[in-house]
């Protein structure tokens, strides 16, 4: 499949970036024991918005583009390995997210508001993200900087901590509650939403580059 040509291309555009990508996780679990869950869970989340964009941005300082028209592939397939790069981020922070809610709620270290909080904000991160990648193609990171990453990436760090003030609402708390009583089913609605926005994004995306014919 061509579009796993383009993930690799993808990867090497941002080896000299990627190789501090390992400082990351380091980070989220020192933070996650060093402040709180929800803090940490934003930073991830704000983590995940800065390496989405790391494609879009080597391209600007590399130039990029011109390598990849070079492989025989329609643009679907250009337009699918960055995705895949994309898809296999989220996959990454999704399961250092899974794995340190299950390692806090089996020591007692997290509530299940907390836990809400880390799905509902992580659904929010990954939505970003597949809203992102279109306005990308279309206008060009190097363009609208400020208002595709900057303002979003500040919002996903924002949003665990002004969410987690939102539950102390009467409301929010019964909502919390109903929702953590309907755990399966809100874990569902948020995989579903998810997965609906990232094919929505991905054929956004296709549209948008066969109207630049790329």
């Known amino acids: 499949m061509n579009g796993t040509k383009y993930l690799q291309l993808d990867y090497r555009l941002i080896k000299g970036t990627a190789k501090y990508f390992l400082l990351f996780p380091a980070v989220f679990i020192f933070l996650l024991f060093r402040e709180s869950s929800v803090f940490a869970v934003g930073y991830l989340y704000f ?26 592939a329609k643009v679907k397939d250009m337009v699918l390995g960055r995705y895949l790069y994309l898809s296999s981020i989220l996959g ?38 597949f809203i992102q990648y279109p306005l990308f193609y279309k206008f060009g990171l190097e363009k609208a900087k400020i208002v595709l990453f900057t303002m979003p990436a500040m919002i996903t ?42 094919i929505l994004s991905y054929h956004l995306s296709c549209k948008v580059c066969k109207e630049r014919e790329i």
Do not use: H
Request: glycine share 8%.
């Open 157 to 198: 760090f924002m949003l665990p901590m002004l969410t987690e003030r939102m539950l102390t609402d009467g409301g929010a708390v019964l909502l919390s509650k109903y929702l953590t009583d309907n755990k399966v089913v809100f874990a569902t609605l948020v995989i579903v939403v998810v997965l609906l926005s990232g």
């Open 92 to 129: 990454l922070v999704w399961v250092l997210a899974a794995g340190a809610v299950l390692y806090l709620k089996g020591n007692g270290l997290i509530t299940p508001p907390e836990t809400l909080i880390v799905i509902f904000t992580g659904a929010v991160a990954s939505i970003i993200c």
């Open 47 to 72: 983590i995940l918005v800065f390496i989405a964009q790391t494609p879009f941005d080597a391209e600007v300082n590399k130039k990029g583009q011109t390598l990849f028209v070079i492989l025989p």
